[in-house]
């Protein structure tokens, strides 16, 4: 049966048998035993499917990536420890030490830092580049050994939204996948896939958990990335792994060949695992993830349309704002409303933006973005401290720029707050 995304939020992942509990079972458990060596041994030889040791895999875990998994349409689905976890494990899947890959500069600020400041330790270089360039700008940063394309859906903190189709176009072309972070809009408002992205990546931690309660990350295939067909492109798939004596990821897993290989080879050897306790919250926040999709993106319209309103207002990003420059890409890939977070500044600059924020009652400060409460933060001090100010310029950060996260509050009580705290604001 073929059911919405509203369904899915609730049904898939864990399907109760007769007598089973209803609500998904927290397995709380290190290790599975089994009642012969040989069935064990045949686990970690990945010639039998089961669980061992939770590292690995955990029951409550898979049921709640497979429901995310239905969600955005893929065949195959990995929780990790953090949405950091996530980016880091399915970028470092298919490249090595030697290797290139290409970023938008645009994205949040930790994943800037993983990419072109740890990863760069490891041997691996990332370019990053202006999401708005024409394709064949773009084309110029491609070298032989370039692995993969990576962009945000909506870009964290600039809100800007991701072109698929022009980098799918450019990344299908030079025989690598195209991988989206899909952390703000959700599967519930975008579903990459349909728009040629091969791989998918969450910040669970945000609207899908949605109460600022637990940490985790989601990393989704398509299946629909043939890396059979570039086996001298992509080795660590197409080559045999001896720490599992010899097999070849694509030939024995087919389109699980990309998910098999993070799982069995990264989380056994870097452990980013998520916690089962952490995966039955993450599950909770997943049945309401489409009612309270529809609340931010209402609440946070309404707001973006005062500010834009307001005198002591500089500019606003929103792109369901009519007006907003990402506007058409949003209603070409997010029809039914983006997100609830936009971007603002004041006139008066850095100073009064954060007066503003500091004079704010209940909108708190946060290093959090994407929950039911509204919170903000000013990006330039906070999530891209560690940028240059030219790093900050190229990223699109201006200093003035502050996030705001609005939650599902009485949006006349959001806009009380913001008033209040306006009217203490002096443009001289």
Same mark, same amino acid.
């Given at each position: ?21 209803r ?35 955990n029951p409550?875990?898979?049921?709640v990536?497979?429901k *995310? $998994? ?6 195959a %689905?990995?929780?990790?420890?953090? !949405?950091?976890?996530? =980016?880091?494990?399915? +970028?470092?899947? *298919? $490249?090595?030490?030697g290797?290139?890959?290409? %970023?938008?500069?645009?994205?949040? !600020?930790?994943?800037? =830092?993983?990419?072109? +400041? ?7 270089e ?18 032989p ?33 195209l991988?989206?972070?899909?952390t ?25 958990d949605g109460?600022?309660v637990?940490?985790?990350g ?13 086996g ?20 024995r ?30 599950n ?7 009612v ?11 707001i ?27 209603k ?13 500044g ?21 290093t ?31 200093p ?29």
């Amino acid at each position: 049966m073929n059911t919405k995304p509203g369904t899915k939020c609730i049904h898939e992942g864990w399907k109760p048998q007769n007598g089973q509990p209803r609500q998904l079972p927290i397995i709380q458990s290190t290790t599975f035993p089994y009642a012969t060596s040989d069935d064990m041994g045949k686990l970690f030889d990945l010639e039998a499917e089961g669980y061992f040791y939770t590292r690995l895999q955990n029951p409550t875990n898979d049921m709640v990536a497979a429901k *995310i $998994c239905a969600l955005e349409g893929g065949v195959a %689905a990995m929780l990790t420890s953090s !949405g950091q976890a996530a =980016n880091f494990y399915a +970028v470092f899947n *298919i $490249c090595n030490a030697g290797d290139h890959f290409i %970023a938008s500069s645009s994205i949040y !600020g930790g994943t800037y =830092n993983l990419f072109g +400041v740890t990863m760069k330790k490891m041997g691996i270089e990332c370019t990053f580049i202006d999401q708005t360039l024409p394709i064949e700008e773009l084309e110029k940063y491609i070298k032989p050994n370039t692995k993969c394309i990576f962009g945000e859906t909506i870009t964290n903190p600039t809100i800007s939204v991701f072109d698929f189709e022009k980098f799918a176009t450019l990344a299908h072309k030079h025989g690598m996948p195209l991988i989206i972070d899909n952390t703000f809009a959700t599967p519930v408002n975008c579903r990459p896939f349909e728009f040629g992205a091969d791989i998918v990546t969450h910040s669970t931690t945000k609207y899908i958990d949605g109460h600022g309660v637990s940490v985790g990350g989601c990393i989704v295939d398509s299946g629909n990335f043939d890396f059979a067909a570039y086996g001298d492109k992509f080795p660590g798939l197409n080559t045999p792994d001896d720490s599992y004596h010899g097999i070849i990821y694509t030939e024995r897993f087919g389109k699980g060949a990309f998910i098999t290989k993070a799982t069995s080879q990264l989380m056994r050897d870097l452990g980013s695992i998520q916690s089962p306790q952490n995966a039955f919250y993450i599950n909770l926040g997943l049945e309401t993830l489409h009612v309270r999709m529809r609340e931010h993106c209402a609440n946070a319209l309404t707001i973006a349309k005062y500010l834009k309103a307001h005198d002591k207002v500089a500019w606003v990003h929103y792109p369901d704002l009519e007006d907003d420059e990402y506007n058409a890409l949003a209603k070409k890939y997010l029809p039914n409303g983006s997100c609830g977070v936009l971007a603002f500044g004041l006139k008066g600059g850095r100073e009064q933006s954060i007066k503003f924020m500091d004079s704010l009652k209940f909108a708190s400060i946060a290093t959090h973005v994407a929950d039911s409460k509204t919170c903000l933060l000013h990006p330039a001090s906070h999530t891209h401290r560690q940028l240059s100010e030219q790093q900050l310029k190229e990223a699109g950060v201006a200093p003035d720029l502050i996030r705001l996260s609005v939650g599902i509050e009485d949006v006349g009580d959001i806009i009380a707050d913001i008033e209040q705290a306006l009217d203490g604001i002096v443009i001289e």
